[in-house]
């Protein structure tokens, strides 16, 4: 299929003074190729080859008989050759006289059909000698199209040429400047001599096998300048082909430098490898923090019997009041018996005071107990105040743990999983 393709766009011309052959070989060649230009003679064969030229219709391959009048196929052939060197002749004779056939292969003819033709085989052959002249051209438009871009490219990028041997055989001015060598330093000399020890030795054996194939080949190189430091180049290099023979003459290396690109690289790395650094010392630190919150947490686990014990002292100090308030009474009794006592008469003064000292011994003892009482409530009350005072910094110090434990970065439940 992909044969049939090409051949429908090839523009023939076929030449034969036989009207008969001429017409029957037209009507084959219209149904397989793109245009059929049919000549009865050389002499009209030259004018119509450069009809075509000047209307710009290429001629991809002339089929033409030797002996014709006017004009005979080799010089026909001599005078086109000399407009257009590059176009192929396929000729076709009923003679194979060896003095035509060398003068055929002299003037560059190709292929060399006996009549009767073998189409099938002169199909072959066009094709065959289209498609070589059609691959010459698409490597000669590739090269020069290199040869383009590289002169644009040289004044922006490190350019090389490199012999089959890795030899440099050419360097511009910016390889140079970037690599500190001098032309005289490198040409002549091997790649390798650029090459950094750092770079994996299967890189460069990848990029030989590559170029070796007929393939580019494309990646990043750690490179040594002349005084020693690194230099990194993203590189690609091309097979340059001899138009004549097809063969790879040369490779074409075009580089540009990437090394502040590798060093921001490698800064962020080491960047990235100390935060998770940094992060695990913190996630460390902050479990330790867990942990040591969690171990006091558990010390307060009894706090409810503490806030009872608290409660019961609170109703005894509620009893000691009342206790209080109960002693206080009889006191106010005792003052007023005393009271009632002065008006009494002055016979009965003895037995006042005699009453009245046991009245004073009895409320000194009142006052006695009523002070013990009174110093007992209050260091109840103090205790009281103590131990809620206890409570209340318990509580407020549960309250920042909790907060604590709360507003920690790490999850409490990865820990426990971990």
Same mark, same amino acid.
């Given at each position: 299929?992909?044969?049939?393709?090409?051949?429908?766009?090839?523009?023939?011309?076929?030449?034969?003074?036989?009207?008969? $052959?001429?017409?029957?070989?037209?009507?084959?060649?219209?149904?397989?190729?793109?245009?059929?230009?049919?000549?009865?003679?050389?002499?009209?064969?030259?004018?119509?080859?450069?009809?075509?030229?000047?209307?710009?219709?290429?001629?991809?391959v002339i089929i033409s008989d030797i002996n014709m009048p006017k004009i005979s196929g080799l010089d026909m052939?001599?005078? $086109?050759?000399?407009?257009?060197?590059?176009?192929?002749?396929?000729?076709?004779?009923?003679?194979?006289?060896?003095?035509?056939?060398?003068?055929?292969i002299n003037y560059g003819v190709?292929?060399?059909? $006996?009549?009767?033709?073998?189409?099938?085989?002169?199909?072959?052959?066009?094709?065959?000698?289209?498609?070589?002249?059609?691959?010459?051209?698409?490597?000669?438009?590739?090269?020069?199209?290199?040869?383009?871009?590289?002169?644009? $490219?040289?004044?922006?990028?490190?350019v090389s040429r490199i012999d089959l041997n890795g030899n440099y055989v050419f360097i511009n001015e910016? !390889?140079?400047?970037?690599?500190?060598?001098?032309?005289?330093?490198l040409l002549g000399k091997h790649k390798d001599l650029i090459k950094h020890k750092d770079?994996?030795?299967?890189?460069?054996?990848?990029?030989?096998?590559?170029?070796?194939?007929?393939?580019?080949?494309?990646?990043?190189?750690?490179?040594?300048?002349?005084?020693?430091?690194?230099y990194f180049t993203k590189t690609t290099v091309i097979p340059y082909y001899d138009m004549n023979t097809v063969q790879i003459t040369e490779y074409v290396e075009i580089s540009f430098p990437i090394t502040v690109e590798e060093h921001e690289k490698r800064e962020f790395r080491k960047k990235v490898i100390h935060n998770i650094q940094e992060t695990k010392r913190q996630n460390f630190v902050a479990r330790k923090m867990i942990d040591e919150l969690q171990s006091k947490l558990e010390k307060y686990k009894h706090i409810d019997i503490l806030e009872e014990s608290i409660k019961t002292e609170r109703e005894k100090t509620k009893q000691f009041k009342k206790q209080n308030q109960?002693?206080?009474?009889?006191?106010?009794?005792v003052n007023i018996d005393k009271e009632l006592k002065k008006v009494e008469t002055v016979n009965d003064t003895q037995r006042i005071i005699g009453e009245l000292s046991k009245a004073k011994h009895k409320n000194e003892n009142y006052?006695?107990?009523?002070?013990? !009482?009174?110093?007992?409530i209050n260091n109840r009350i103090n205790l009281c105040d103590t131990l809620s005072n206890k409570v209340k910094q318990q509580a407020n110090l549960i309250q920042d743990l909790r907060e604590q434990v709360k507003n920690c970065p790490?999850?409490?439940?990865?820990?426990?999983?971990?």
């Open positions: 299929m992909e044969s049939i393709k090409f051949l429908s766009t090839l523009n023939v011309m076929y030449v034969e003074d036989d009207q008969e $052959i001429s017409e029957k070989m037209k009507n084959i060649f219209d149904k397989i190729f793109n245009t059929t230009i049919v000549a009865t003679n050389g002499e009209e064969g030259v004018n119509k080859f450069l009809e075509c030229k000047n209307n710009d219709v290429q001629i991809d052939i001599k005078k $086109i050759k000399e407009i257009d060197n590059e176009v192929p002749f396929i000729l076709t004779t009923a003679y194979s006289d060896q003095e035509y056939l060398l003068k055929a190709v292929h060399y059909s $006996i009549k009767p033709i073998n189409l099938k085989e002169l199909i072959k052959h066009v094709e065959e000698v289209c498609e070589a002249k059609y691959k010459l051209k698409i490597i000669e438009n590739k090269n020069n199209e290199l040869l383009e871009y590289l002169h644009i $490219i040289d004044q922006v990028a490190i910016i !390889f140079c400047h970037v690599s500190g060598f001098t032309k005289n330093d770079m994996p030795i299967e890189v460069y054996d990848e990029l030989w096998s590559s170029l070796q194939d007929g393939q580019k080949w494309s990646g990043k190189l750690k490179n040594m300048s002349k005084d020693g430091n690194e109960y002693y206080e009474s009889l006191l106010s009794v006052l006695k107990q009523v002070n013990e !009482f009174k110093r007992e790490i999850d409490l439940d990865s820990f426990k999983s971990a």
